[in-house]
C-alpha cells in the first residue's frame, strides 16, 4: 500500500475514539470522558504523521494476501519469528499493522503504570487510529485501492463515503462494555485476518454493482470545503452499502469495542491504577 493510500477516512475515525469512551468502566470513564474531545481530534494524527515520520506509513496495514492463502499458518504472530521468517525488510514492505498495535499495548500499559496522563491519552488516541485501521478489510489486502481489478476509488467509498453519508444517521453506535482480553495478540490477528477475508467480499460486492451502473450514474459532482469535488454518487453509495448488508457497520462498531478493550486491557494489565485527579 503505497504512503499517501486513506485510513478510515477523519469522521470514522474521530467516530470510533469517541464512542469507544462510553464502554469503559466507571473508573476509566472518570479520566477518559473529560479528555473525550483530544481523543476524538487526534484520531487521525497517526494519518498525518505518514509524510513526516519515517517508518510510520506500514503501521497502518498489511497486505496479508502475500503471505499465502488463509488461513496464513506460515506467518508468525510474534514479531521477532516474524522476521526471522521473512526480515524487517520484507514485513515493512507489506505491512506491520498487528506487530505495531501490539507494540502499542505494551506501551500503553508502561504509561498507565507510570501514571503519565499525557502519555495515556496520546497513547490511547493512536491505539485507536490502529485498532481501527485493523478492521477496514482494504487494509488488510494488497488489491487495497482496486487499483489491480479496475475499481480505484474503491477504499475511500467503503470507508469514507459510506460513513459520511449513512454512519450517524442509520448505524447503531453501542459497542458494548469494554472486555478484558486473555490473550491481545489472538485479538489483533483474529481482527486482521477478519479483514483480510471480508476485502474479497468488499471488492466483489463494487464489481457486481458497476457492472449495472454506467460510469456518468456512480458519480456526482458535489462541493466539499469549498471546492468542487468528484465523489460516489449518493444512490450508487447507497446500493453499495445495502449490498454489503451491515458489514460497514459492524466493522465500525467491532473497532469501538477493539479499542476500548485494548485500552482496558492496559489498564488492567498495569494494576488498574486510579486514574481520578491525574494530570495531562
Ligand atoms: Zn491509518
Redesign the pocket.
Known sequence: MPANAL??GFFA?QRINRMAVFSLPPAMLAFYKPHIDYLTKHATD??QR?YVVAGEAP??FIDIDHYGPPPYAALPHSWKAAVECYSADTLNKYGILPWHLERMLQQLTSAFIAKDGKRILKLSADIG??A??AHVPL?ASSNHNGQLSGQEGIHALWESRIPELFADAQFSYWAGQAQYLEAPRDFIWAAVLGSGLAADTVLKAEQLLRGQYPEAARYAIGFRKGTLTRDYAYDYTKMYNALLGDMVMRRMRASMLAVASLWYTAWVNAGQPDLRGLAV
Request: glycine share 8%; aromatic share 16%; net charge neutral.
Open positions: 485510513c478510515w475515525h497517526p494519518d505518514r503501521r497502518h487510529h490502529y481501527g485501521d487494509h
